[in-house]
């Protein structure tokens, strides 16, 4: 059988051994491309047998001409998302990050945040630019919102936004490397 024999079968039976057969020959292609964007050996795997998983749906719904090239860029965007849900993930590490802190403030028991920590956290404040720094400190020192931050800063309200997200980014990326380099 073809493999446009092969998905119509699948798509009208759901015998997943038809897939099987269609699958199979990109699997090793499929890694590659996985490898070449998630540049890990073991969530390239996963995301190909994960690829796999999601076909099982998409093909019952799908009409696919050229099988190979439409796999290859799905395979490419599924990537670009774990990538995409990794970025976010660090952001999010920072906001905790940074609530972390400033438990650890109150906190004056707490014998993990000692000075060091406070001397890292101003050095990498002051690399911020201007604005990033006032806007940060606004937000996490002061607790305002972004709009009490833009009435007091003259700024407007996509800059202040914009102030904090690349703010915090360049503080934990500041804070990264004097970790690094205890």
Not at 17 to 31: C, F, H, I, N, Q
Not at 129 to 137: A, F, M, S
Request: glycine share 4%; net charge neutral.
């Amino acid at each position: 059988m073809s493999e446009k024999e092969l998905l119509l079968q699948y798509k009208v039976s759901g015998n997943l051994e038809s897939l099987g057969k269609v699958y199979a020959p990109y699997m090793s292609l499929l890694y590659g491309v996985c490898y070449k964007y998630l540049q890990d050996v073991d969530r390239s795997n996963d995301a190909v047998m994960q690829i796999f998983e999601e076909l099982i749906v998409k093909l019952r719904i799908h009409e696919v001409d050229n099988f190979k090239s439409w796999l290859y860029v799905y395979a490419k965007n599924y990537c670009l998302m774990q990538l995409r849900k990794d970025k976010k993930q660090q952001y999010v590490d920072l906001d905790h990050f940074m609530y972390e802190s400033e438990q650890k403030l109150n906190d004056i028991n707490d014998s993990r945040w000692q000075e060091q920590h406070f001397h890292k956290l101003e050095l990498c404040m002051q690399t911020l630019n201007k604005e990033q720094e006032v806007c940060v400190r606004l937000f996490y020192l002061n607790q305002q919102c972004y709009k009490d931050i833009s009435e007091e800063t003259g700024l407007d309200l996509n800059k202040v936004k914009s102030a904090i997200q690349n703010g915090k980014r360049n503080l934990r990326i500041c804070m990264e490397s004097k970790k690094n380099g205890e």
